[in-house]
């Protein structure tokens, strides 16, 4: 029996756009890549199509995107539409890490640490 939620809708028309953006990506996310991703023990994809959305980086063995966001994304017209990103993706099981280029840049150890944490396997805690 597959996974429920091993089937993501693949929107085609979001392909070249997605193409486009990996293909120019920003400092951030070529550090991000570069730096660590590439080389992760768990696959990572850039720029990947799921749904009506396009991640920047998405692992599907952990159900896990990582979104680079301007350092003023949160402002009052993009919050809304983060926020409504993030509650789609969450119903479709998929967990959500969200940095800004600042931080990736500025605090990248710490980025890592936050991706190495969630990406880490799941133990098994024993009944005491």
Sequence with gaps: MRNAH????????LATHARILRRDPTPAERKL?????QHHPCKFCRQKPLGSYIADFYCAQKQLVIELEEDDVFTMQREPYARRRTEVLAFQRIQVLRFTNREVMLHFDAVCAQIEEATAPATLSMPG
């Design 33 to 37: 890549w570069c730096e660590y991703l």
């Design 6 to 13: 091993a089937y993501r809708h693949y929107r085609r028309d």
